[in-house]
């Protein structure tokens, strides 16, 4: 097979659109290009890919490489598309199956020996995963905060040989689970402050009733300090 798809996302904002890595090795003197509107750290991942297909004894292939990131009118940043480029050209080359890729998306800044770095925007990138009804692989350093999403399969990897396995079936990767204990936020106490008998009322009265407030004043007179200590007297949330 000369063609691969794979799943990936980029970041807009809170939202993480998928976006479609199309892997075509062809005839012709060897090149890597990538189209899709890849921005500079994006079009590097070629090189980091070589790398890290070589350095973990892959074959790296001799032919004319095209990766199309789609849609073509969205823009694509930061080195989150390593992995799903890397996958790729393994399954377009024939080293890896495909048939189980569009299980899952795929995200992961991959260093030269192989290792998978952490990425920024996981989280988005996990919820709108999660509402396509797909695993996620991405990198041990990640796993914690995707599992914030609930009801989303997580298999975090510490570098490419350990994501290619699972995906050929000889050593799969486990499931991560994470148990999140919550730990109250410490506020400085209003108690400290002393005096400002009507900001202090003011400040319990909004607390108690769910009212808004605004704080107006010249510099100095304690607007900031007795909103630092605002949040220490609301209810909890769960409430």
């Known amino acids: ?29 060897p090149g890597f290009s990538i189209v899709g509107l890849p921005e500079t750290a994006v079009r590097e991942s070629k090189d980091r890919v070589r790398s890290a297909l070589l350095n973990n004894y892959f074959e790296y292939p001799l032919k004319r490489i095209t990766v199309n990131l789609a849609p073509a009118d969205l823009p694509k940043t930061s080195g989150r598309f390593d992995l799903p480029i890397a996958i790729g050209i393994l399954a377009a080359s024939g080293q890896i199956p495909s048939k189980d890729l569009l299980k899952y998306e795929f995200a992961g800044e991959l260093a030269l020996t ?21 695993s996620i692989i991405l990198p041990q350093g990640n796993a914690q905060e995707a599992s914030l999403i609930q009801n989303l399969d997580i298999y975090a990897a510490p570098n490419l040989n350990a994501v290619c396995a699972h995906l050929s079936g ?70």
Request: net charge positive.
């Open 114 to 134: 192989g290792k998978l770095r952490p990425i920024s925007g996981c989280l988005p990138m996990a919820n709108f995963t999660q509402k396509a009804n797909r």
């Open 170 to 239: 000889s050593d799969a990767l486990q499931l991560f689970y994470s148990q999140h204990q919550y730990t109250p936020a410490h506020f400085p106490d209003l108690s400290e402050v002393k005096l400002q008998y009507q900001a202090k009322r003011a400040l319990e009265i909004a607390a108690a009733g769910n009212h808004n407030l605004l704080m107006i004043g010249p510099p100095g007179t304690g607007k900031t300090m007795l909103a630092e200590r605002l949040p220490g007297i609301l209810p909890s949330l769960e409430n």
């Open 1 to 29: 097979m000369e063609v691969a798809i794979v799943y990936s996302r980029a970041l807009s904002g809170i939202n993480s659109p998928l976006v479609t890595i199309e892997v075509h090795l062809s005839r012709g003197l």
